[in-house]
């Protein structure tokens, strides 16, 4: 009998796609097309939602840092999404895939016409074999560039962005690949008897304390971004998996259900 074919929504973080020092990462995008390309062959259903724009953009443009300031930031974001869509295209293409991209802003979401077109777009790209990429479309938007401006944003990062994808298209997996490989009852940096937590049922308040504190210096997520795309994706029936972004094969045991990374276990009542 043919296995049942799962929606599957990866979010890839800034920190996977490039170096220390800023400079793009071609094994790790070449390592997750293929991953990618070969669980879509499996007969299930990818969206990859991508970070990475202003750091891209950064890199290409030969600027020594992240710039500071918003427009700058933005025309990053306008450059590197073309460089970041040049590279998906490259990579998914020497694997018999064909992407599509598809820039968000909060007003999508919040507006019923745009959502469900939306909707029809994610299904019809999927019916015809195609991996979406999404990203939020920093160019225009400064949900998650400005994230601590204080105003009510939907997004603020992608990590919350991928969480909204999965709930659109009604995804049956979240797997986001982070530069740590799960949740720990401790800073692992700090404590070397830090231990990973493999399963979350209940987020509470003693949990987002373990979640303190901001990403690296090249992406804009921390772990308490990641609890909160994990409260709407179970909310919504969606399991979601942190795992280390750096091994994308990884990706196989996630889809065949053996335990990986921190699993948050979708909630079972309710949720269409």
């Known amino acids: 009998m043919e296995a049942s074919k799962s929606r599957i929504v990866v979010k890839v973080g ?3 796609l490039t170096h220390e020092g800023g400079k793009l990462n071609f094994r790790s995008f070449d390592s997750l097309a293929r ?5 879509h062959n499996l007969g299930n259903e990818v969206i990859l939602v991508s970070s990475g724009a202003i750091a891209v953009g950064a890199c290409k443009l030969l600027m020594s840092e992240r710039p500071r300031e918003l427009s700058l930031k933005q025309a990053a974001a306008a450059v590197g999404q073309c460089e970041l869509m040049h590279l998906y295209d ?3 293409g020497e694997y018999g895939k064909t992407v599509a991209q598809i820039l968000l802003t909060g007003d999508d979401v919040d507006s019923p016409e745009i959502k469900q077109s939306l909707i029809n777009t994610f299904n019809s790209l999927l019916s015809l074999g195609i991996v979406p990429v999404v990203n939020e479309n920093d160019s225009v938007s400064s949900a998650e560039i400005e994230r601590h401006s204080g105003e009510h944003k939907v997004f603020g990062d992608n990590d919350t962005l991928s969480a909204v994808v999965a709930v659109l298209t009604k995804a049956d997996k979240l797997i986001l690949l982070s530069d740590i490989d799960g949740l720990y009852d401790a800073n692992p940096i700090d404590d070397p008897n830090a231990r990973i937590i493999r399963e979350v049922r209940v987020i509470d308040d003693e949990l987002r304390a373990l979640a303190g504190g901001a ?3 090249r992406g804009t997520g921390g772990m308490i971004t990641k609890l909160q795309a994990a409260e709407l994706a179970t909310a919504n029936g969606i399991d979601m998996i942190i795992a280390d972004g750096s091994k994308p094969e990884l990706l196989y045991d996630i889809v065949e259900g053996k335990p ?3 699993l948050f276990a979708k909630r079972r009542c309710g949720n269409d």
């Open 14 to 16: 800034t920190s996977t």
């Open 35 to 39: 991953v990618l390309s070969d669980i």
């Open 90 to 92: 490259k990579f998914f």
């Open 215 to 217: 990403g690296s210096s």
């Open 260 to 262: 990986v990374g921190t």
